[in-house]
């Protein structure tokens, strides 16, 4: 089975995010890059993480985003979860993520 839109899209979104922060790269062309489950910038101020699970206090279903940037400067992280729909279904896409995460996002707040 091939490659997947979704997985493809959520690669290209991790080079670039990559490309923004200045983490060293093994690949200089999108198409041939290969996510790693962690990336740093240079600093080491700045860390990607693909596809990994969130701590949490409790125990909660759905706590694997697509890609989470934490930024220890800030100190903030962002979650991004991606979603390829159709046109059409934009709108429930978008909802359909929103309450499957709606858990994860009220627990790292309470934390």
Not at 45 to 60: A, P, S
Not at 67 to 94: F, G, Y
Request: charged fraction near 35%.
């Amino acid at each position: 089975m091939g490659i997947t839109r979704k997985t493809r899209k959520l690669t290209q979104l991790h080079f670039n995010i990559c490309k923004k922060i200045g983490a060293k790269l093994d690949s200089k062309h999108q198409c041939d890059f290969v996510p790693k489950k962690l990336e740093k910038n240079r600093e080491g101020k700045v860390t990607i993480l693909w596809k990994q699970q969130v701590q949490t206090d409790r125990t909660i279903t759905n706590n694997k985003p697509d890609v989470t940037i934490r930024d220890s400067k800030q100190e903030t992280s962002t979650l991004t979860v991606v979603a390829v729909p159709r046109d059409i279904n934009v709108v429930m896409e978008e909802g359909e993520k929103m309450l499957k995460y709606k858990d994860l996002i009220i627990e790292i707040q309470r934390m």
